[in-house]
């Protein structure tokens, strides 16, 4: 009794004098993390932060909202200067363009001479919407653009060019690819740099709106890789060829990759796990940790069809919107959002996800900026911090004490140590952690170097040889408290841009590591760990 007492006693103090912006007034419960950090679990990108841009026009509505506004790739304001900062910040952002519509898309190219025309509303088509065309002039100028953000461009094709669509919704017949082997030869001759190019959107397996068997995108993905080798002979590095960019089905993922041989490098499955953006209980499933352990299956399930292919193709989550159909407004768009966004991009590089792509960078409800203003979201600042402070090591990381905590754990980028994160999904108890290490840690003092081999776990913060060091905090909380709000706080202080478009520094504070690790109820924090050196991070 006399324990708990003094430990409450310890946590308040730190409140009020070094963490008051984090902490109200809610119980208080012991955690554990621990991490093995003999060997990493999964390697991802150096930019597994991902976003998306859609082709969807203003008239794209569900439910009755019309979310799109101009945000399609096609109409998109590229002189707005938060725009280009957003993206610049990344240096660089991987940006795949594409969704729905690219199945429907003509490329004005310089041996098409039919007129380029817009798509039209038209309810009686599929995907509602009749064909339409990417202009040259357009290209060009998104081009110039991707080159002065620095973005890192990925490119989706339309798979459905030449082929008709049975009544089963089957769709037949080989890829026509000279339309897009016609942009892919104009990209190479203007010298714009791309990525990859992906073929098709939501075509495999029971497909939406459409299929196509995995035999026949086998055959097609293996024409796409045949065009992009010729095309980019003299070129390198020679762009991604990626497929099939769509949901999941073992089976059918399981057919592709084997009879593409090596013709492709990168394996896309899509997102949308939470359900329609009309949904009333979006909150109520994100918070769900049960809920939220439900997607672990696809991860684990498309890691397994990789190793036992014998394949060199990596996966990446190549869109990934939490619910399907825009969205919900004040949801995904909203501080409660980065409780899913997080965890999912923690658990997918668990599974040696290489790229997770976000719908969307900007358009509808879950977009990482604001439609019509541009201002970043909150999930925006989430994933920027994720790209700065997570590098390309997973940890293998679990927490007891709560399971209510999210927690996850990456060698730092571009500096020593670890970072760490932990996601609070309870809303009345506030977490004090300890850390647990197992195997060998190499410590990093301040004024030499030493390597110490212990056997048993090493617990942070109660080892002296360490206490003179700091470890930074980045702390997440809503404005107001208030898990709908568009406004997010990095350790207490709202983050805004400023008058001239500049993203916010995302600035941590300092603790001493003899200061117990402390979560706000419904707060995230990342901690960066300098002074901890793991064999998987040597």
Same mark, same amino acid.
């Given at each position: 009794?006399g324990?708990?007492f003094?430990?409450k006693r310890v946590?308040?103090w730190i409140?009020? &004098?070094?963490l008051? &912006?984090?902490? $109200?007034?809610?119980?208080?419960?012991?955690?554990?993390?621990f991490?093995?950090?003999?060997?990493a679990?999964?390697?991802?990108d150096?930019?597994f932060?991902? *976003?998306?841009?859609d082709?969807?026009p #203003?008239?794209?509505?569900?439910? $009755?909202?019309c979310?799109?506004?101009? *945000?399609?790739? %096609?109409?998109?304001?590229?002189n707005n200067i938060?725009?280009?900062?957003?993206?610049?910040a990344?240096?660089?952002l991987?940006i795949?363009?594409?969704?729905?519509?690219?199945?429907?898309?003509i490329?004005?190219t310089?041996?098409?001479?039919?007129?380029?025309v817009?798509f039209?509303?038209? *309810?009686?088509?599929m995907?509602?919407?009749?064909p339409?065309? %990417?202009p040259?002039?357009?290209w060009?100028?998104?081009?110039?653009?991707f080159?002065k953000s620095g !973005?890192s461009?990925?490119?989706g094709?339309n798979a459905?060019y030449g082929?008709?669509?049975?009544p089963?919704?089957?769709?037949? /017949?080989a890829?026509?690819?000279?339309?897009?082997?016609?942009?892919i030869?104009?990209t190479?001759?203007k010298?714009y740099?791309i990525?990859?190019?992906?073929l098709?959107?939501?075509?495999?397996?029971?497909?939406?709106?459409?299929?196509?068997?995995?035999d026949?995108? !086998?055959?097609?993905?293996?024409?796409l890789?045949k065009?992009?080798l010729d095309?980019?002979?003299?070129?390198? #590095?020679?762009?991604?060829?990626?497929?099939?960019?769509g949901?999941?089905?073992?089976?059918w993922?399981?057919?592709?990759?084997?009879?593409?041989?090596?013709s492709?490098?990168?394996?896309t499955?899509?997102i949308?796990?939470? $359900?329609?953006?009309?949904?009333e209980?979006l909150v109520d499933?994100?918070?769900? #940790?049960?809920? %939220?352990?439900?997607? !672990?299956?696809t991860?684990?399930?498309l890691q397994?069809v990789?190793? +036992?292919?014998? +394949?060199?193709?990596?996966?990446?989550?190549?869109e !990934?919107?939490?619910?399907?159909?825009? $969205?919900?407004?004040?949801?995904?768009?909203a501080?409660?959002?980065s409780?899913?966004?997080?965890?999912?991009?923690?658990m997918?590089?668990?599974?040696? +996800?290489?790229?997770?792509?976000?719908?969307?960078?900007i358009g509808g409800?879950?977009?990482?900026?604001?439609?019509?203003? &541009?201002?970043?979201?909150p999930?925006?600042y989430?994933?920027?911090l994720?790209?700065?402070?997570?590098?390309?090591n997973?940890?293998?990381?679990?927490f007891?004490?709560?399971k209510?905590i999210?927690?996850?754990a990456?060698?730092? @980028?571009q500096?020593?140590g670890?970072?760490l994160?932990?996601?609070?999904?309870?809303?009345n108890?506030?977490?004090? *952690?300890?850390?647990?290490?197992?195997g060998? %840690?190499l410590?990093?003092r301040?004024h030499?170097?030493?390597s110490?081999?212990?056997?048993?776990?090493?617990?942070?913060?109660?080892?002296?040889?360490?206490a003179?060091?700091t470890r930074?905090?980045?702390?997440l909380?809503a @404005?107001d /408290?208030?898990?709908?709000s568009? +406004?997010?706080l990095l350790?207490g202080? #709202?983050?805004a841009i400023d008058?001239?478009g500049?993203?916010?520094?995302?600035?941590?504070?300092?603790?001493?590591?003899?200061?117990?690790?402390t979560?706000a109820?419904?707060?995230?924090?990342?901690v960066?760990?300098p002074y901890?050196?793991l064999p998987a991070?040597?």
């Open positions: 009794m324990s708990l003094l430990q946590l308040v409140c009020l &004098f070094s008051r &912006f984090i902490c $109200g007034y809610s119980e208080v419960a012991q955690g554990s993390v991490i093995d950090g003999k060997n679990i999964g390697k991802t150096n930019n932060i991902c *976003a998306t841009l082709w969807w #203003p008239e794209k509505c569900d439910y $009755g909202t979310a799109w506004d101009h *945000a399609s790739f %096609l109409n998109l304001d590229l938060i725009f280009l900062n957003a993206i610049k990344f240096s660089p991987k795949r363009l594409g969704g729905t519509l690219q199945d429907k898309v490329y004005q310089e041996d098409h001479k039919q007129p380029c817009s039209v509303k038209n *309810a009686s088509e995907f509602g919407f009749t339409g065309c %990417l040259l002039s357009r060009d100028e998104l081009n110039a653009f080159n !973005a461009i990925i490119f094709l459905l082929r008709s669509v049975h089963d919704g089957l769709s037949v /017949g890829w026509d690819s000279s339309n897009a082997e016609s942009l030869r104009y190479v001759k010298g740099s990525h990859g190019w992906e098709g959107n939501e075509l495999c397996g029971s497909g939406v709106g459409t299929r196509v068997a995995a026949q995108y !086998a055959s097609d993905t293996t024409a890789y065009i992009v095309a980019y002979k003299n070129f390198e #590095p020679r762009p991604l060829v990626i497929a099939p960019g949901f999941f089905d073992e089976g993922f399981r057919e592709l990759i084997n009879k593409t041989g090596k492709f490098d990168v394996a499955h899509h949308y796990n939470l $359900g329609p953006g009309r949904d209980h499933k994100i918070l769900d #940790p049960s809920y %939220l352990d439900g997607e !672990a299956d991860f684990s399930k397994n990789l190793k +036992t292919s014998g +394949t060199s193709v990596v996966a990446w989550v190549g !990934a919107g939490g619910a399907y159909n825009s $969205g919900r407004d004040h949801v995904t768009n501080f409660v959002f409780f899913w966004y997080l965890d999912q991009l923690g997918s590089a668990a599974y040696d +996800t290489k790229a997770y792509c976000r719908q969307t960078l409800n879950y977009g990482l900026l604001n439609t019509t203003t &541009f201002v970043p979201n999930d925006y989430s994933a920027l994720w790209h700065r402070l997570m590098g390309r997973v940890l293998s990381t679990s007891s004490g709560s209510k999210r927690a996850y990456h060698c730092a @980028k500096s020593r670890i970072t994160l932990l996601i609070n999904l309870d809303g108890t506030t977490i004090s *952690a300890n850390v647990a290490f197992n060998t %840690l410590h990093h301040k030499s170097h030493h110490h081999k212990k056997s048993s776990s090493i617990r942070l913060p109660k080892s002296r040889k360490i003179s060091n930074q905090e980045y702390h909380t @404005k /408290g208030d898990l709908q568009q +406004t997010m350790n202080k #709202p983050l008058s001239s500049n993203i916010p520094p995302l600035e941590p504070i300092f603790v001493n590591s003899t200061e117990p690790l979560v109820p419904f707060s995230i924090v990342f960066h760990i901890v050196i991070c040597s």
